[in-house]
């Protein structure tokens, strides 16, 4: 059989009233009492799941990203907002009464015992669109700069081309009157993002990482640095003096739940579009080409699912 994960997710947290759980949590129950579910579910996935683990982090990472859809089928399915999110089932206007820790005993099975794979930085690309598709409702597209017509030698499209680019459809939730209206007027419809993705920051690489998302994402409303991790006091210092002179945020991506990752430093919204860089970029990079014609369709259909997005893999 099987799983329905939303409505598996929903009938444990209804079952548990009183208690509040991470996703690791959901996930490691439904694992030990769903098993011929899960087994099926490892057969059929287009991802290597050998191991017991990466399977469970499978699952993590789908409860995670379907949380919007979880609350949508069952009203009395909420989450906290600290990290990391708490998931709980209750009918009660007041919450302050439920919000305790829940006693969870589930250890995670250890499957093979294999040891974790170290990342490379191409391994947090889909980590990231999962993340801001699922999180902040953005179209992300991956952006090669190996496919730029302009090779300027081994690092020189490095200040060029961001590793991730993304549309919003700022008027997702806005009433269908409105969206018309402003579609008339020729009103903002879209706002496009920019991203320079790292491993890691740390003080020897923290001033050249910054300035190269202050490169190359000159163009967009809003530009961020993505880091896997952040290592030092003093680094975050110095990303915060940076932002406060250039606009530029910084997300911390979570690899291990990456809708759990977070903005720490918001970026400073430039109002319009750099068309004269993006018509650069877009006659030098194919990917990029694609994404200005997709946000072209968008305006054209009111659909901002008519483009290729790398978008996580849809469950049920």
């Not at 690309?125 to 999180?135: A, D, G």
């Not at 680019?165 to 496009?192: F, H, N, P, S, Y």
């Not at 919204?269 to 006659?283: F, G, S, V």
Request: glycine share 6%.
């Amino acid at each position: 059989m099987a799983l329905n994960l939303r409505q598996t997710v929903i009938d444990f947290l209804k079952a548990s009233p009183e208690g509040r759980f991470t996703a690791r949590q959901i996930a490691l129950w439904i694992f030990e009492n769903h098993r011929a579910a899960c087994e099926e579910k490892r057969a059929q996935s287009k991802q290597d799941l050998t191991s017991d683990g990466e399977l469970i982090q499978q699952l993590v990472a789908e409860i995670a990203a379907n949380r919007v859809g979880i609350q949508k089928k069952d009203d009395n399915v909420h989450t906290t907002e600290g990290r990391p999110r708490h998931y709980f089932y209750s009918r009660e206007a007041d919450y302050s009464r439920i919000l305790k820790p829940s006693i969870f005993s589930g250890e995670e099975p250890t499957g093979k015992n294999e040891p974790r794979r170290s990342l490379s930085e191409h391994d947090l690309y889909p980590l990231l669109c999962r993340y801001l598709h699922s999180e902040l409702g953005l179209y992300p597209k991956r952006i090669d700069e190996k496919r730029a017509s302009n090779r300027r030698g081994p690092n020189g499209n490095k200040w060029l081309y961001p590793d991730l680019v993304a549309m919003e459809d700022i008027g997702a939730e806005w009433d269908k009157e409105i969206r018309a209206c402003v579609e008339q007027t020729g009103a903002q419809r879209a706002r496009l993002w920019s991203f320079e993705v790292k491993l890691l920051l740390n003080r020897s690489n923290v001033r050249e990482a910054w300035f190269q998302a202050v490169s190359n994402s000159s163009w967009a409303n809003f530009g961020f640095l993505v880091a896997a991790e952040v290592e030092g006091s003093e680094t975050m210092k110095e990303l915060r003096l940076l932002a406060a002179s250039h606009g530029i945020g910084l997300i911390l991506l979570d690899t291990e739940n990456p809708a759990e990752s977070e903005i720490r430093i918001p970026a400073r919204e430039r109002p319009d579009i750099d068309w004269d860089a993006c018509n650069r970029l877009a006659q030098e990079n194919g990917d990029f080409r694609h994404f200005i014609s997709w946000v072209r369709q968008f305006h054209q259909t009111d659909n901002p699912r008519v483009g290729a997005w790398d978008l996580p893999e849809a469950v049920e």
